[in-house]
């Protein structure tokens, strides 16, 4: 993910299905090196967060998809230039790029 503007934080999570909670089947999420922390909800690791509250442009992390349902329920992202500052938020819909 790039973006023309810094921002503070990042929070990925599957999109909220049933129970307004990301779903934690379909996928697990790879949390390697220092610039990214899982995030826990009650059903278990949900998503990553930064770990690193520098000023940034990019972020990389990784998703392990467990079968294709994740297609049909896409990504949620929320970008954050601050405390309580959301920069941007937007759904990911793999099935719209035929991934």
């Given at each position: 993910?790039k973006s ?10 599957t999109?909220?299905?049933?129970g307004?909670?990301?779903d934690?089947?379909?996928?697990e999420?790879d949390?390697?090196?220092q610039?990214?922390?899982p995030?826990e ?14 000023k ?5 992390f990784?998703?392990r998809k467990?079968?294709d ?5 896409g990504f949620?992202?929320l970008?954050?230039?601050g405390p309580?500052?959301?920069?941007h938020q937007?759904?990911v819909?793999?099935?719209?790029y035929?991934?």
């Amino acid at each position: 993910m790039k973006s023309r503007e810094a921002f503070k934080g990042i929070l990925v999570t599957t999109n909220f299905a049933d129970g307004g909670e990301p779903d934690t089947s379909l996928g697990e999420w790879d949390v390697v090196g220092q610039k990214f922390k899982p995030v826990e909800g009650s059903r278990g690791i949900c998503g990553v967060t930064h770990a690193d509250p520098s000023k940034k442009k990019a972020a990389k992390f990784r998703f392990r998809k467990n079968g294709d349902a994740y297609k049909r329920v896409g990504f949620r992202v929320l970008i954050v230039t601050g405390p309580r500052e959301v920069f941007h938020q937007f759904v990911v819909n793999p099935a719209d790029y035929n991934v």
